[in-house]
Each structure stands twice: as structure tokens, then as C-alpha cells.
């Protein structure tokens, strides 16, 4: 079975900080990452997404995420945060050996000015 | 573009009537999701359609939910009784194709359900 853990329900930072969000995951086989956002009162939209390749996945609205596999990680990132960034976040990943995606419980990002 | 349309916003209801979620996905994606997403928590995938055809529905509550894709566009989800428990948003997704999972999905802005 595959899931992820988001071991923060929030995160705390001033306007102009970095930003990171944690994430681990257990899956099958190759694992398919991706993150998203979540504003109030609407769908969550996609940020990015890793497959293959180049460890470090750059995203939408300056967002970028590390890829970890021995240390099974996807990290979300992003070097100076706005108070627009206030968000619920969530990671989810699938696997090759499945293609459902599971969601983690996300976390809370609030942002000061 | 238009986006995944979810209708309707927001439904009240008492325990034990009926309720009806209707999705219209991005036009041309072929693969449809309904998720439950429960206050505080992720969300859980409900069931998966490839076209009209059901790929996956491990996770549907069978004796109470039911959802169908009729023509493979549109879609309807139905809770029939409802429960206290069912209360939750419910969203609907999309995406272009199911192959390996490897492609994003696009979510609608989902229905809030409460039972009373």
C-alpha cells in the first residue's frame, strides 16, 4: 500500500522567508510525485510534479521541490515566501506499480507580512 | 480553458435523503475522479472512470453511494441514504489520461455537503 506522511499540520513564516513544506511517502515500485494547493473555498490546483529525472522539479509560482529517494523525500520549497502563499498544501503520490493517487493530510502555510 | 464545473456549491441536507453531485470535466480528458475530502484530512479517492467505464471503485461506499458516467463526459455522484458521516466536500478531477499515473489531474472547486 502506498501513503504519505506530512509530519506538519502547519508552518509558520514571514513575508520574504524560505518556505518549506515536508513530505515522505511509501510506495511500489517507482514513485510519482506531485504537489498542490489548496485556497479557500476552491479545488486544489496543481503545483508539480516529479517523474523521472532531474532531482529538483520547478513549479508553478516559484515553487521548486526535491526529489530524496533514499531518504524517500519530496520536499516543497520556495526561497522567499508572499503572504499569497497562505495555503493548504498537499502531497500525493502514486506508483508505477499503481496508478491511484494517494493524498497526504496536508499542511497549513501562513504566511506574515 | 474552461476548468472542471462542479454543481452544485453547497447542499444541506438531513440524514437519510438523498443527494445528487453532477461534474462536467475539462473537455477531451478521457479519465474522470470523484474524491471525498473530509475536514482535516486528504483527499480520498471515491471511484475512477477511463471514458464511461469504471476503473476503480475499491474506496465507493457501494450500499449507499453510486456514481455513473454516462457518454463518457459528464458525470453524476449519488448518496442515497446519506449519513452524518458523508458530510464532507466532495471534488471532482480530470486528466488527460491514466497511463502510469504520471499525469496531473484538474480538480473541480468541489460541493460541500453537510448532514443535518
Not at chain 2, 36 to 55: A, D, E, S, T
Amino acid at each position: 500500500a502506498q501513503s504519505v506522511a506530512q509530519p506538519e499540520d502547519q508552518v509558520n513564516v514571514a513575508e520574504g522567508n524560505p518556505l518549506t513544506v515536508k513530505c515522505t511517502y511509501s510506495v511500489s515500485g517507482n514513485p510519482y510525485l506531485f504537489w498542490y494547493v489548496q485556497y479557500p473555498n476552491r479545488g486544489l490546483q496543481f503545483l508539480l510534479k516529479y517523474i523521472t529525472g532531474d532531482n529538483l522539479v520547478k513549479g508553478s509560482y516559484g515553487f521548486e521541490a526535491e526529489f530524496n529517494k533514499s531518504q524517500t523525500s519530496f520536499h516543497l520549497k520556495k526561497p522567499s515566501a508572499l503572504v499569497s502563499d497562505s495555503a493548504l498544501y498537499f502531497c500525493a503520490v502514486t506508483g508505477s506499480n499503481d496508478y491511484k493517487l494517494s493524498f497526504g493530510a496536508g499542511t497549513t502555510v501562513t504566511v506574515r507580512a | 480553458e474552461a476548468g472542471v464545473a462542479q454543481s452544485p456549491r453547497y447542499k444541506i441536507i438531513e440524514k437519510r435523503q438523498s443527494v445528487a453531485f453532477w461534474c462536467n470535466p475539462i473537455s477531451g480528458h478521457a479519465t474522470l475522479y470523484w474524491y471525498q475530502q473530509i475536514l482535516g484530512q486528504g483527499p480520498k479517492l471515491l471511484i475512477q472512470f477511463q471514458n464511461n467505464g469504471v476503473v476503480d471503485d475499491s474506496q465507493l461506499p457501494k450500499d449507499r453511494f453510486s456514481a455513473e458516467r454516462l457518454k463518457g463526459v459528464d458525470s453524476t455522484l449519488k448518496i442515497q441514504p446519506a449519513k452524518l458521516e458523508d458530510s464532507a466536500v466532495y471534488l471532482c478531477a480530470s486528466s488527460s489520461s491514466w497511463t502510469g499515473g504520471v499525469n496531473e489531474q484538474f480538480f473541480g472547486p468541489g460541493t460541500r455537503l453537510t448532514v443535518l
